[in-house]
């Protein structure tokens, strides 16, 4: 199953995060509990100042950042927070975009003190703003993964993304630009199709190969 070029081929050209480690760190903060359309206006805006570093965000000041912020939608003083720390962060640790070429557990322990990141967003940083070639799985990929019928469900939910990165390793590219081209469709249909309540089966690119998409398909009727 060629999951990145069914999915490609149904959505169309999907924008990918920056490659810098700044870059992909505000990108994760921008896009959580938020639309990618919002996120990506809010993007424009700061590229457009600019303040996509971490010394230009600092210059850029509080009210500025909010004004920005404030394109996502929701859950300001949460992005703004994480900004404001990542900012110092980065600025503090001048050597972290060189730790992240490194090893990957010397990669790992580097984003340790930046806020908000839990280990699917870390390893999307570092799949992005790394030579790493790591699967970043969070929940709703690890959904789509029992889904798919890569994985079956357990309870634990540690064992459930262990599961369901290995599942990854093995259907998708190894190589580092296709596998990030990859993450991005699959998270991109987590989020707009493969939802977790009520998933579009019925419109679903890829609900043929798919044993839950044909299972609620069968209930609905055919897969369009």
Known sequence: ???ASALAAFYGPLVQPPSDPFGAYVWEVLGMKTTPARRESA???????????????RK?????????????GPFVDER????????????????????????????????????HLGDGAS???LLFASPHTI???????????????????????R???????????RVLPVEHAALRRAIVYLNHHTQNTCVD???????????????????RAQQKGPVA
């Open 80 to 115: 703004l927070s994480a900004l404001e720390t990542g900012v110092d962060v980065f600025r503090r640790r001048r050597n972290l975009p060189e730790q992240l070429q490194g090893s990957l557990r010397t990669a790992w322990l580097a984003l340790r003190d930046l806020p």
């Open 43 to 57: 993007l424009a805006a700061l590229r457009r100042i600019p303040a996509m570093t971490p010394d230009s965000m």
């Open 135 to 157: 699967v970043p799985v969070d929940a709703p990929l690890a959904r789509l993964a029992v889904r798919l019928g890569l994985i079956a469900p357990v309870e634990n939910p």
């Open 60 to 72: 850029l000041g509080r009210g500025r950042l909010e004004t920005v912020v404030r394109l996502c």
């Open 197 to 215: 309540f009520d998933p579009h089966c019925t419109i679903c690119p890829i609900a043929a190969e798919c044993p839950e998409g044909m299972r």
């Open 123 to 125: 390893a999307r940083l």
């Open 1 to 3: 199953m060629d999951l």
């Open 159 to 169: 064992r459930l993304t262990r599961s369901a990165r290995r599942a990854f390793r």
